[in-house]
């Protein structure tokens, strides 16, 4: 995100073309080279973590993307920017490893739309910092002459100083995650992380509390729990606070369960990769590519559109005018930055609220339908009065980020649900990542060139009419997805159905029973025992509810 407020001006000094028509397809370019080399990788990723676990990858992807910032940030050529950019996509795998990471953390289905909400209020929030921090300290000699002096390295590389700083970001980013991010991977968070024991400790050593607090607090947590061990002491069986931890089964019967829940899916996966990718996990991941392309495409066609000297030439309404803004990179980097501004809070607060109340498939085909219309009106931004035109330029940046607040998520969730494993979830998502990225590839490669030809022939619009056509493609798409219940109905459904086909003993009942079975030693004659023994089979008996009555669990 940071590159886009500065890409126009970066290509533009690499001095590689006198027509700046031709700039669009150089920075389609370099903005495509990231997302071509992570399709080639994500993949792999995706199946390394579900090997090695999601937090080495995840820290693995934040390095190397250190790296390539660093070599974009010295490019004085075309291919060196390539090289930078390609080597951040080859080494960064995060996108399908996070998405998969989210959903491993994830209990309950109606806890979805919040949690699936985090990651891109991330993003919401690096787009912000992003192009913020690309706009304002990109060609700090000339932005800031007092700060910045001639001939220093910020002069003779005028891009280094954005990509140093995203870069310092990124080494904190790894630190943290090496000390404080814990494993999500089923078989891999249970081993010992040194990074997680030293993260404690430090956090342990940094607290600066007074003796008396702790003395205070001490006391607390004692008393706390001698109450606990008096009230567990008092409860039945199956009622503990303890034994509804989801790390604790709460019955023998349960713990089987899951090891034996685990073990089919063991088995189904190691039947091969192909059982993982049915009809409807193909079909959202065909709708994510589509939603990545275009919306790709606006990232990079909206900066060179704003970028774009304005055009004294008398439009020939209704398709044929050229024309952009001509802004500068502080001002594109502001108005970029503003809408994430908005997005935060979006999609923290109006997505769960749509989502629970029209359902992820609704609210997905909502989007994917009324989205063309943006790309149909875009473009006529330039024809509006002065006055006006920034006001028409915020109304469709708000548009579409609302957009895609609502699609993303709703997509990820309809994907994650249509998975019919937990242990093969690493990989579908790799190859969801991989389809975007190459989508993200192809999108503003494609659109650069259209644009490009639209500005020869006199179309300014024609590369956003085009996204409007691939964005048609995704809504019709949208209609053969299908939503699909999650791990979480399916565990659901089984435990329903569990009480219906059988009967309830009441634990207070197995208690009793217990206890009366213990007695029988004690009794001195036979005829007492069988008294006891036919008690115990009485209070068993007289406890069972009918599978059409089951009770409330507490």
């Known amino acids: 995100m940071s590159i886009f407020p500065y890409i126009y001006y970066m290509i533009s000094s690499f001095n590689i073309t006198s027509d700046d028509r031709q700039i669009a397809i150089y920075a389609g370019m370099v903005t495509s080279a990231f997302a071509f080399a992570e399709f080639s990788t994500g993949v792999v990723w995706g199946r390394l973590s579900d090997k090695v676990g999601r937090k080495p990858v995840l820290i693995g992807g934040l390095a190397g993307t250190a790296v390539s910032m660093m070599i974009f940030g010295f490019a004085q050529s075309l291919p060196v920017a390539l090289l930078g950019r390609a080597l951040g996509g080859l080494l960064n795998g995060n996108m399908g490893v996070l998405q998969t990471t989210v959903a491993e953390l994830i209990t309950a289905k109606e806890h979805q739309p919040r949690a699936y909400a985090i990651m891109p209020f991330v993003w919401c929030l690096g787009s912000i910092l992003g192009p913020a921090l690309g706009g304002a300290l990109a060609q700090p000699c000339e932005s800031y002459p007092s700060m910045f002096a001639r001939d220093t390295i910020f002069d003779r590389f005028p891009f280094l100083l954005p990509n140093l700083v995203c870069t310092a970001i990124l080494v904190c980013g790894v630190t943290i995650g090496i000390l404080f991010l814990e494993e999500t991977h089923e078989d891999r968070k249970h081993k010992r992380d040194l990074g997680l024991e030293a993260g404690r400790w430090i956090s342990k050593h940094l607290k600066r509390r007074s003796k008396a607090t702790l003395q205070s607090e001490k006391a607390e947590t004692v008393n706390a729990e001698e109450s606990d061990n008096l009230l567990q002491d008092d409860l039945p069986p199956g009622y503990r606070t303890t034994e509804g931890s989801p790390c604790l089964p709460s019955s023998p019967n349960q713990s089987a369960k899951v090891v034996a829940c685990n073990q089919q899916q063991i088995n189904h996966s190691a039947k091969g990769m192909p059982k993982a990718f049915s009809r409807q996990v193909i079909l959202n991941i065909v709708g994510y590519g589509i939603l990545a392309y275009h919306s790709m495409s606006f990232e990079q066609l909206m900066p060179v559109f704003l970028s774009t000297p304005v055009s004294h030439e008398s439009p020939s309404l209704p398709f044929k005018f050229t024309g952009g803004f001509a802004l500068s990179t502080k001002t594109i980097g502001f108005i970029l930055s503003l809408q994430g501004i908005y997005s935060m809070p979006a999609q923290i ?206």
């Open 349 to 554: 607060f109006l997505f769960p609220f749509i989502v629970q109340r029209f359902g992820n498939l609704k609210t997905f085909r909502f989007v994917m339908m009324t989205w063309p219309l943006l790309y149909f009106l875009v473009p006529y931004l330039v024809l509006l009065p002065s006055q006006l035109q920034m006001l028409g330029v915020y109304a469709c940046l708000l548009w579409k980020i609302t957009a895609q607040v609502l699609a993303y998520p709703s997509n990820a969730i309809l994907l994650t649900n249509s998975a019919p494993s937990m242990l093969v979830l690493g990989a579908i998502n790799g190859v969801a990542a991989s389809t975007a990225s190459l989508c993200r590839a192809f999108g503003p490669t494609v659109s650069g060139m259209i644009h490009s030809w639209g500005l020869k022939m006199g179309y300014t619009g024609l590369a956003w009419w085009a996204c409007g056509l691939v964005c048609v493609l995704g809504a019709i798409e949208s209609l053969w997805i299908e939503e699909m219940e999650g791990r979480m109905d399916i565990a659901e459904s089984r435990d329903e159905e569990e009480i219906l086909d059988g009967t309830y003993i009441d634990p207070l009942a197995i208690d009793a029973a217990i206890s009366s079975v213990n007695f029988v030693s004690e009794d001195r004659t036979p005829q007492d025992q069988k008294s006891t023994l036919s008690k115990a089979h009485c209070t068993l008996t007289c406890s069972e509810v009918p599978p059409s009555r089951p009770p409330t669990r507490q």
